[in-house]
């Protein structure tokens, strides 16, 4: 039986024929570049749509109640706040970010992760996410070339890098961004890019239930929620993108990386056993590494039997 491995990348396209001529240096410079404005703006993403969200079910509840009176004096933003509104600020002192501040990663190196005016501390998240955003860039045209396909690839790897990042500060995984991958994911192997459009459905529908029966199985023998409903959704987007066969390698390594990291950071005390791991972030990990290296776990399989 063959090894299911992800398609290779078709360079026989328009769209590559008209960058194939431009020399590998300049297409990377630019992949780097269009990366790292990416990164800044997913960002953006991820301190700003938990906020919208909250506003919207705040905004929901305040409905359905009746409740009179403003319903967002309290969180110090401005009342028409989204992803374009208003300017990036500190959100320590509010200080409106010059040009010359919202470079990414430099301007956190040159202003040594502070902001220039109250001089707080800058997470150092933000660069962190650019940087991300840059190398999946970088990773995606060396995979895939200058094709459409490198830029899907890309797109779902900024989708889950924002993911990952809310997931980890909020234990979050929201619809907003899981549903649109899902699609995404549909829409892009209509002509097959990744995975053939039946191997999509069937990865949709078996990566939300494999771990919806964890969910349920794990509630019924401990009589607690083993992790969130987020999960579902991620790992069915993700099979929407790469297919059924791709499964198995994203949740053996995301089960594994998430074993570690929580044995390691109870070891030295920064969580304790109990507390919850968000699961989305190694799930993300393990589906950016089989989109790059194809299922070379399946090899290995194949090679012990």
């Known amino acids: 039986m063959p090894v299911p491995l992800i398609s290779a990348p078709d360079t026989a396209t328009p769209f590559a024929a008209a960058l194939g001529g431009l020399p590998f240096g300049v297409l990377m410079s630019f992949a780097i570049a269009f990366g790292l404005v990416i990164g800044s703006f997913l960002n953006v993403v991820v301190h700003r749509l938990p906020i919208m969200l909250e506003r919207a079910w705040r905004a929901d509840v305040a409905e359905a109640t009746g409740t009179p009176g403003p319903l967002f ?29 919202n470079i990414p990663v430099i301007s956190w190196l040159a202003l040594r992760g502070r902001c220039s005016h109250c001089h707080a501390g800058v997470s150092v998240r933000y660069p962190l996410i650019e940087l991300a955003s840059a190398a999946c860039a970088a990773g995606a045209l060396l995979a895939f070339g200058p094709t459409g396909k490198a830029l899907a690839a890309f797109m779902l790897c900024a989708g889950l890098i924002a993911a990952s990042a809310i997931d980890l500060e909020h234990q979050m995984l929201y619809d907003e961004i899981t549903q649109p991958l899902l699609w995404a994911g549909l829409l892009v192997n209509f002509t097959g890019t990744f995975a053939g459009l039946r191997e999509a459905v069937i990865g949709a529908v078996a990566g939300y239930l494999a771990l919806w029966c964890v969910y349920w199985l794990f509630k019924l023998l401990r009589g607690v929620e083993g992790m969130g409903h987020g999960d579902f959704k991620l790992l069915a987007a993700l099979g929407a993108w790469l297919g059924w066969s791709a499964l198995p390698q994203i949740v053996v390594i995301a089960a594994v990386a998430g074993a570690l990291v929580g044995i390691a950071a109870t070891l030295i005390g920064r969580m304790r056993f109990e507390e919850p791991l968000p699961f989305g972030p190694y799930l993300a990990a393990g589906a950016i590494i089989t989109l790059f290296v194809g299922t070379p776990l399946y090899g290995v399989f194949a090679w012990g039997t």
């Open 73 to 101: 004096e309290d969180d110090g933003l401005p009342a028409r706040y989204n992803l374009w509104l208003p300017r990036s600020a500190c959100p320590h002192c509010g200080h409106v970010l010059r040009a010359w501040e």
